[in-house]
């Protein structure tokens, strides 16, 4: 799959900073060129549900993106008032529409709507996430064609550092573990043991965190992972986006850590751009399967 080639990174003082931008960039150049060379038509439909600030940005940034290189977007937006049903019913409708290669539905969806529900409508062959059950059996058969984004770009990205080798271990501090479980399976070809731990595991991870070559977190808590969770040149992934002082910030506390890290993905500018290039990679594998 990736190679060392995909390596880019800069050094601040003796920490090697993971650039997801340059990464992502090394990634979407690559798909311009396949789409230009095989003169392709990808298409993505975004269902955008309610008036959230930050989902409306995120989706700005992904068509931005898609369109700089050559995926034609349309945008449903929905009141976030809406009803399951009508959310349901977009998701059929663009299952049929045969212009359509891939569906994207931002999360978080409002509380009255069933998330999981929404997501095992999209056919599997459109799902853009790669959420649906029947792409996550595949990937775990090693059969995919699509890959979890969030989580192929969290792999990506701590393949990318120096410091990475086979025989790591590896905690990932989540809130949920459906996004622990498919960095587990992409990181066990490397003999890499993966343990979850919930953020309300507060004693445990403190005790075993400072144990782990590489740390992922993603619980949405400014400055959760401080120097006393760290051991000397991990591997710090972090997912974490927090707006804290008209400023974001990730969930660890970058300036307490830099000096005992090995690699630390930047916030922002770490997975953000890697989730969004591995989104791509998605849609115009999904364009290609089609044809």
Not at 34 to 60: F, K, M, R, W
Not at 63 to 81: N, P
Not at 154 to 165: A, C, E, H, M
Request: with cysteine; net charge negative; aromatic share 6%.
């Amino acid at each position: 799959m990736e190679n060392k080639s995909e390596n880019h990174f800069q050094h601040n003082n003796k920490i090697e900073l993971l650039d997801g931008r340059i990464l992502a960039d090394t990634i979407n150049h690559k798909l311009r060129r396949i789409i230009v060379e095989e003169n392709l038509q990808p298409t993505l439909a975004v269902v955008l549900v309610g008036d959230d600030p930050a989902s409306h940005l995120y989706v700005n940034l992904k068509k931005k993106a898609c369109e700089k290189i050559g995926i034609e977007v349309s945008t449903y937006f929905l009141d976030k008032q809406c009803t399951q049903a009508e959310v349901e019913e977009t998701i059929q409708w663009l299952n049929n529409d045969e212009t359509c290669d891939a569906i994207l539905v931002q999360l978080p969806l409002p509380k009255h709507i069933n998330t999981d529900k929404i997501i095992n409508l999209i056919q599997p062959d459109k799902d853009a996430d790669g959420f649906h059950p029947d792409n996550l059996k595949k990937m775990y058969s090693n059969q995919a064609t699509v890959f979890p984004a969030p989580a192929h770009a969290v792999v990506r990205l701590i393949k990318s550092s120096d410091y990475f080798r086979s025989g790591l271990t590896t905690a990932v501090i989540s809130n949920n573990d459906i996004f622990f479980q498919p960095i587990k399976h992409l990181l066990q070809p490397y003999n890499i043991i993966t343990t979850y731990y919930s953020p309300d595991d507060i004693e445990l991870i403190n005790k075993e965190s400072k144990s782990a070559d590489i740390i992922v977190v993603a619980v949405g808590q400014p400055n959760f992972i401080n120097q006393n969770h760290i051991q000397k040149d991990a591997i710090v992934i972090d997912v974490g986006t927090n707006r804290q002082d008209n400023k974001t910030i990730g969930d660890v506390d970058f300036d307490n850590v830099k000096n005992i890290a090995g690699s630390i993905t930047p916030v922002p500018g770490g997975v953000g751009p890697m989730t969004i290039a591995c989104l791509l990679e998605n849609v115009v594998n999904l364009h290609k399967q089609k044809s």
